[in-house]
């Protein structure tokens, strides 16, 4: 499919079922990562933290799919937040408003105040969340879902190691104790490369971050290394991801 980073909108890359075997894999891994961490245990009503790349419209349009076929009915929000140089991809509001529309997903839109000046990853990350949880917080939301995958765990197990000597990654479902806010990650079994074929073959693969500062982050040079540990150990990936579940700090679990 043809599809540009800046999408049209008389084309919606829509992904539901039936699925094909890929969507059937991708469902799977996402459902195992619902009931054994029980990330939707008395939730009624859920908020997508809706970036519009790759790994958060798949999440999107695996939960719109997953509704009444074996998990609760749920009340589904999108929250999007948009600014000059807020972290995600370059995408116009028209394109994820037609696609929220047409999937009848209320889309909440939060303006980001970043600057290129002023612009790092740390602090834009706690401004994102902060609009998140309070935008949640106002529609009686006390459940996030983020689209991390398991390459975004490995990348932050990898990240705490080297800069805190801390082995932890990314928490399926981590309650955030200050805004009476918990986060959930479906996708945290599914690999990277299965969310970019899966986007690929729907037709939302194509659209990049427009940040000027992640290209040069921390994040992105561990995950430069990790592909050089997979080359030389296919299994690398895998096996940390395994040791994460089983020795993994719980730290972040405590208030």
Known sequence: MNFQSQPSLFYLPLAQPPWTKLGKKLESM???AIFEFQLLNGCSRL?????????SL???????????RGIP???LYAIHVRGEFSCGPNISFSFIQKICDHLKIPLIIKESKKVKKKLECYSCSRERRRL??????SLNITTIAFGHHRDDSIQTLLLNLLHKGEFAANLAKI????????????????PEDSIREFAALYGFAKITCQCPVGQKSKRNQVKQILEIMNSEFPNAKK?????????GSQKALLP
């Not at 998140?132 to 917080?137: P, S, V």
């Open 30 to 32: 996402c459902r195992k």
């Open 47 to 55: 908020a997508i933290a809706l970036s519009g790349g790759k790994d």
């Open 58 to 68: 798949t999440l999107l349009y695996l939960l719109h799919a997953m509704q009444g």
């Open 73 to 75: 009915p749920l009340e």
């Open 132 to 137: 998140l949880f309070t935008t949640a917080k």
């Open 175 to 190: 309650p955030m104790h200050k805004y009476g806010i918990t986060i959930i990650r479906p996708l945290l079994f599914i």
């Open 239 to 247: 096996n940390l991801m395994q040791a994460a579940l089983q020795y």
